[in-house]
T-cell receptor, first 112, second 113 residues
Framework: EAQVTQNPRYLITVTGKKLTVTCSQN?????MSWYRQDPGLGLRQIYYSMNVEVTDKGDVPEGYKVSRKEKRNFPLILESPSPNQTSLYFC???????????FGDGTRLSIL | KQEVTQIPAALSVPEGENLVLNCSFT??????LQWFRQDPGKGLTSLLL???SQREQTSGRLNASLDKSSGRSTLYIAASQPGDSATYLC????????????WGLGTSLAVNP
């Protein structure tokens, strides 16, 4: 089954404790993206990747890192999480840029 | 700067009604426009994609139209069902910044039995 898998689905953690949200797709997609969704602000792009080893900043990259060492994986790293990063996070992928994106089920992060 | 607006923010209708969701964008220079559905606790599901050269796309009971010159798109849902209850989001691939989607805030739809 074609899917984008995010882990964990839920996480409560404390300020400053490094965490990684994994994202994996099984569709051989080139384009991958991370979003955060906040009430009243909608979906905002954090980082995107056009292909392996090619990543770039989106609208709100501060406090986040990504890597794309393999085509299928696109982890999101919070090196020193802060409460303002409490949000619902989505990973998405598409075959190439501008094609319909497939989304993961989301990761709800709470930073205390 | 491209902006996407969806009105209304919320809509409640009885089952069986035909309904229209609206999306407007400020800059007509787009590559395509996409409609998504978001269910609570789930990710987004792509519904329809309309290329900038197209006027409409249909999938089952859904029909999306695009009027690029006026900066508008509509999503028409025929014979609505309770299972259609979800948030519907509109997004455009902006030709000025063609590496990301520009999102609206969505319309929350409730279809009542």
């Amino acid at each position: 089954e074609a899917q984008v898998t995010q882990n964990p689905r839920y996480l409560i953690t404390v300020t400053g404790k490094k965490l990684t949200v994994t994202c994996s797709q099984n569709m051989n997609h080139e384009y991958m993206s991370w979003y955060r969704q906040d009430p009243g602000l909608g979906l905002r792009q954090i980082y995107y990747s056009m292909n392996v080893e090619v990543t770039d900043k989106g609208d709100v990259p501060e406090g986040y890192k990504v890597s794309r060492k393999e085509k299928r994986n696109f982890p999101l790293i919070l090196e020193s999480p802060s409460p303002n990063q409490t949000s619902l996070y989505f990973c998405a992928s598409s075959l190439v840029i501008r094609q319909p994106q497939h989304f993961g089920d989301g990761t709800r992060l709470s930073i205390l | 700067k491209q902006e996407v607006t969806q009105i209304p923010a919320a809509l409640s209708v009885p089952e069986g009604e035909n309904l229209v969701l609206n999306c407007s964008f400020t800059d007509s220079a787009i590559y395509n426009l996409q409609w998504f559905r978001q269910d609570p606790g789930k990710g987004l599901t792509s519904l329809l994609l309309i290329q900038s050269s197209q006027r409409e796309q249909t999938s089952g009971r859904l029909n999306a139209s695009l009027d690029k010159s006026s900066g508008r798109s509509t999503l028409y849902i025929a014979a609505s069902q309770p299972g259609d209850s979800a948030t519907y989001l509109c997004a455009v691939w902006d030709a000025g910044n063609n590496r990301k989607l520009i999102w609206g805030l969505g319309t929350s739809l409730a279809v009542n039995p």
